[in-house]
Antibody, heavy 120, light 110 residues
Framework: EVQLVESGGILVQPGGSLRLSCAAS????????MNWVRQAPGKGLEWVSY????????YYADSVEGRFTVSRDNAKNSLSLQMDSLRTEDTGVYYC?????????????WGQGTLVTVSS | QSVLTQPRSVSGAPGQTVTIFCTGS?????????VHWYQQLPGTAPKLLIY???NRPSGVPDRFSGSKSGTSASLAITGLQAEDEADYYC??????????FGGGTKVIVL
């Protein structure tokens, strides 16, 4: 059974840093591209970042470019999101998602999400 | 503002058909990239509902169907049921190297 379990979400002050993790199981992690998607309270979904299976190709949304860094450890079946220079507008639930190969850029499995709150 | 445009809400009585439209541009849907649909029930993570042309993951009822034409896509729910009340999001890829979502549509079952 495919499982994605996020962790690391907490209350942090503006300008602070935070590292989110996603533990993957139930599939060959290195074979899959992964993405982070977030959702501000009461708002819609926003794509945040993409990383290829090897980790060599990475994309970011304009809103986080230069502040967030995505990485993966295929030996540990783990995905991470380093979040620096946090802003209040970064507040929301962050989801780890798997991109399946059956269609282009489809997110077939989602974690339960981890809540990040940026506030003073 | 989301890159893909969806109505904020649609409503229908049980048994009726509702359709949600998702409008993009020549750099995403119009460029031929797949459009996918997700259902988000209150307080839960989104779930893949429709992917690609009109494919449903295992367990998704055939009451849900998708289509695409030009720079738009649509999700139809036939035989609307109370359990279908949720938020629905369309999603695609944009040639500016990013994923894009619609703003979401709340389906209200009257």
């Amino acid at each position: 059974e495919v499982q994605l379990v996020e962790s690391g979400g907490i209350l942090v002050q503006p300008g602070g840093s935070l590292r989110l993790s996603c533990a993957a199981s139930g599939f060959t992690f290195s074979n899959y591209e992964m993405n982070w998607v977030r959702q501000a309270p009461g708002k819609g979904l926003e794509w945040v970042s993409y990383i290829s299976g090897s980790g060599r190709t990475i994309y970011y949304a304009d809103s986080v470019e230069g502040r967030f860094t995505v990485s993966r450890d295929n030996a540990k079946n783990s995905l991470s999101l380093q979040m620096d220079s946090l802003r209040t507008e970064d507040t929301g639930v962050y989801y780890c998602t798997r991109a399946d190969v059956v269609a282009f850029w489809v997110f077939d499995y989602w974690g339960q999400g981890t809540l990040v709150t940026v506030s003073s | 503002q989301s890159v893909l445009t969806q109505p904020r809400s649609v409503s229908g009585a049980p048994g009726q058909t509702v359709t949600i439209f998702c409008t993009g541009s020549s750099s995403n849907i119009g460029a031929g990239y797949d459009v996918h649909w997700y259902q988000q029930l209150p307080g839960t993570a989104p779930k893949l509902l429709i992917y690609g042309r009109n494919n449903r993951p295992s367990g998704v009822p055939d009451r849900f169907s998708g289509s695409k034409s030009g720079t738009s896509a649509s999700l139809a729910i036939t035989g609307l049921q109370a359990e279908d009340e949720a938020d629905y999001y369309c999603q695609s890829y944009d040639s500016s190297l990013r994923g894009v979502f619609g703003g979401g549509t709340k389906v209200i079952v009257l």
